[in-house]
């Protein structure tokens, strides 16, 4: 393997025991007080997007932005209140010309930071990577299903990428929306992650497409979808690397049926657009009026979100901080599957 390369500047931060006690601080006073840290945020710095997904409209929003400066201000702001994981995403966050700049200042906060990306730009970005301590790339499967709802040349950018990003000593992580053109092709997925060495997740595509109330013609099959996660776990068993765990993976199987989690958006995690609007996930944010950090204030926008009636989680991420959350408020189904008493 290349020796990496990053530049002076910094090393990827890897989660701290001092990161680690403030989670698990937040997650006990949110499930015995309600209390509300932004423990975890996701921050849409752009709407644009030079890939134009099919299952996507986000890049068809408009993009007010926030500034650089109030984007670092955000940022300060989010980290006295408590955030320590932040997940910078879009559209395409490399469209930023200040991205730098910005993950820059994530860095000097402390932030644990991540990228998500496509990464068609990251060869002409590479001077981003200093300050990253995670990319996150989509990949959907081979490079015949991959570029079926991507443009062409997009598993080609993916491998670049990620070469770019081992230069650099930075960990790559894998998101896979398992679509109805992915779902027999998670073992392909796996093995692909296997072989570069990095690490690889999996969720649902979300039954509307990504920022619209569209129907996403992208989705699954309920069945296939369902025997993905089998497959998955299956795979699991034989000890195939994935960040998901098998709690998570049976969850996901029930998906888009309830799946008697409590949900802790709007106490652990939030998510910021671009326009400085507030929500829990991405399943909110259609229509409606929503807290804004630059009309309302970040603490006042943060304290004004509704908690979701929502029991069907299809974003890993978010499920892996429920089903904890879901265990401190001794929810009795969680902890009983937890402990492996019942399988969902
Ligand atoms: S449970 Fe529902 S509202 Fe909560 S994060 Fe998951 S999808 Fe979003």
């Known amino acids: 393997m290349r020796p990496a390369v990053r530049p002076p500047g910094g090393t990827p931060r890897r989660f701290r025991l001092a990161d680690w006690a403030a989670a698990a601080q937040a997650a006990f006073l949110a499930a015995v007080g309600g209390k509300r840290t932004p423990l975890a945020v996701s921050y849409i710095i752009t709407n644009r997007c030079n890939s134009q997904c099919a299952y996507c409209d986000r890049w068809k929003k408009a993009d007010p932005g926030l500034s650089t400066e109030q984007a670092c201000d955000l940022l300060a702001g989010l980290r006295r209140l408590g955030t320590r994981f932040l997940q910078i995403t879009g559209g395409e966050p490399f469209l930023r010309e200040d991205l730098a700049v910005v993950v820059r200042r994530a860095r000097e906060l402390s932030l644990h930071t991540g990228v998500n990306t496509n990464g068609s730009l990251l060869k002409a970005n590479a001077g981003v990577l200093r300050h990253l301590d995670r990319l996150c790339l989509s990949l959907d499967g081979p490079p015949e299903v991959h570029e079926k709802i991507r443009p062409k040349g997009a598993h080609w ?13 930075v960990p790559v992580s894998l998101n896979v929306t398992l679509t109805r053109f992915n779902t027999a092709h998670v073992d392909y997925l796996l093995d692909f992650a296997a072989a570069k060495g990095v690490a690889i997740s999996f969720q649902p595509a979300d039954v509307h497409a990504l920022s619209s109330a569209r129907p996403n013609e992208a989705a699954g099959d309920r069945d296939e ?11 699991k068993r034989d000890r195939a690397r994935m960040e998901n765990g098998f709690l998570e993976l049976s969850y996901m199987r029930k998906w888009p049926g309830p799946q008697g989690v409590c949900c802790a958006g709007g106490r652990l995690f939030f998510r910021i657009e671009s326009n400085g609007d507030v929500m829990v996930c991405g399943l909110k944010e259609r229509g409606g009026e929503f807290p804004n950090v630059l009309r309302d204030g970040l603490e006042a926008a943060l304290e004004a979100v509704p908690f979701p009636d929502c029991d069907a989680c299809f974003s890993s991420t978010r499920l892996r901080i429920n089903l904890l959350y879901s265990a401190l408020r001794l929810n009795r189904g969680v902890i009983l599957d937890w402990l492996g008493g019942r399988r969902p």
Do not use: S, W
């Open 157 to 169: 950018q993916v491998e670049e990428a990620i070469a770019i990003a081992a230069d650099h000593g």
């Open 225 to 235: 979808v369902r025997r993905a996660f089998g497959r998955l776990e299956e795979r």
